[in-house]
């Protein structure tokens, strides 16, 4: 089962079916991902929460050392996507999990953080003001961490975010035991009952209203540590909050090749610390890309991470066009490109495997998780 042949198929387990017609519009594929089931379920200690929540992340390796590194075990492949469940009274588990493959072909292709640095050129980012657009979809679908960071709602009741959000590589940050997702809202007008009288040029005032979160889940991809090259592969996270939120919430999807993405260009939205209190929405072109990885320059800053990487594409299935998560933004990467230093901010990018995994989190029934 560890054979080389096996992982090949495992890492690319997708059918991706790209239409040809002389009229053809970006669409999303077909794909057929891997099954991915828990195994067993171990109690652990409970963690101290002693870590310092860090609003980027550090890694070494960037796009041509992933593309040469040697590809993982099969075993190491399991290891990376099982799992700790923290949950809201402080107890934590570790779920090992089994991968099925039941279709195979697809494609695939297989990230050095320093400054705070995060803007190129002529700063592109727009704030979104006023709840005509904050209340609307897709900007509504954007939330604030309590640990500063960014996430996007997924399900009903679940939040897509970045693993370092929550977790250092090495323990939980303080505050992921309490940790809580912001919702803007327009704030209540004080005794204004009787005037009528507002100034439209001034954007409406918003407030934060906060749900506590029941679990959260993070790969041990992440949590083995960021000593080695992959870990920056596998910052991401699901919460679970302790009610429905009530809002239009974006699906997840695996993420196609950049150059079958829409002029190679991705979205996303976030609470950038340096615009605090806004909601800030950016787009911009994928510079280059490993398996697991994206590699733009969109304009952020540090409380961005952890946002959605959304693109809009073509459901040939229910003719019509669809917004889909397909990474999950991580942060400000120095990277050594042939002897030369240069940045990048980095995606997570959604593969087949994190697919099946953070579906399977959301569903809890493989069966709906079978068409990525």
């Known amino acids: 089962m560890a054979a080389l042949s096996t992982l090949i198929l495992l890492l690319c387990a997708a059918t991706s079916?790209?239409?040809?017609?002389?009229?053809?519009?970006?669409?999303?594929?077909?794909?057929?991902?891997?099954v991915i089931l828990p195994q067993s379920t171990l109690n652990l200690d409970k963690p101290q929460f002693d870590a310092e929540a860090r609003l980027e992340v550090v890694s070494p390796c960037g796009p041509a050392c992933h593309k040469s590194s040697p590809l993982p075990t099969y075993e190491e492949v399991k290891n990376y996507l099982s799992y700790e469940t923290l949950y809201a009274n402080g107890s934590l588990t570790e779920t090992e999990v089994g991968i099925y493959i039941l279709s195979n072909g697809g494609d695939g292709s297989r990230g050095r953080t320093r400054t705070k640095r995060q803007i190129y050129g002529y700063d592109s980012r727009f704030s979104i003001f006023g709840k005509d657009f904050l209340l609307n979809y897709p900007f509504s679908t954007s939330v604030k961490l309590s640990t500063g960071c960014t996430g996007t709602l997924v399900a009903e009741k679940h939040v897509l975010t970045a693993a370092h959000c929550i977790h250092d590589g090495k323990s939980y940050v303080k505050g992921a035991q309490k940790l809580r997702v912001g919702f803007l809202k327009p704030k209540q007008k004080d005794g204004s009952k009787g005037s009528n009288i507002t100034n439209?040029?001034?954007?409406?005032?918003?407030k934060f209203q906060w749900i506590r979160v029941k679990r959260t889940h993070v790969p041990k991809g992440w949590i083995k540590g960021n000593a080695n090259d992959i870990g920056m592969d596998y910052d991401y996270a699901l919460l679970e909050l302790k009610k429905p939120h009530k809002r239009k919430f974006m699906k997840i999807g695996v993420s196609p090749p950049a150059r079958h993405l829409p002029g190679g260009r991705i979205h996303f939205s976030g609470y950038d610390n340096d615009r605090p209190g806004n909601l800030v929405y950016r787009f911009c072109d994928v510079k280059d890309e490993t398996y697991d990885l994206l590699y733009q320059q969109c304009d952020a800053q540090p409380g961005a991470s952890g946002s959605g990487v959304y693109v809009r594409m073509w459901k040939r299935q229910n003719h019509k066009w669809e917004r889909k998560i397909i990474g999950i933004f991580s942060g400000h990467q120095w990277v050594d490109m042939n002897g030369t230093p240069q940045d990048f901010n980095v995606a997570v990018r959604i593969t087949p495997l994190k697919y099946a995994q953070i579906?399977?989190?959301?569903?809890?029934?493989?069966?709906?998780c079978r068409e990525g």
């Open 200 to 206: 439209s040029a001034m954007p409406e005032k918003m």
């Open 17 to 34: 079916v790209m239409p040809s017609s002389p009229h053809w519009k970006p669409t999303w594929p077909s794909y057929r991902v891997p």
């Open 359 to 368: 579906c399977y989190w959301i569903k809890g029934n493989y069966l709906d």
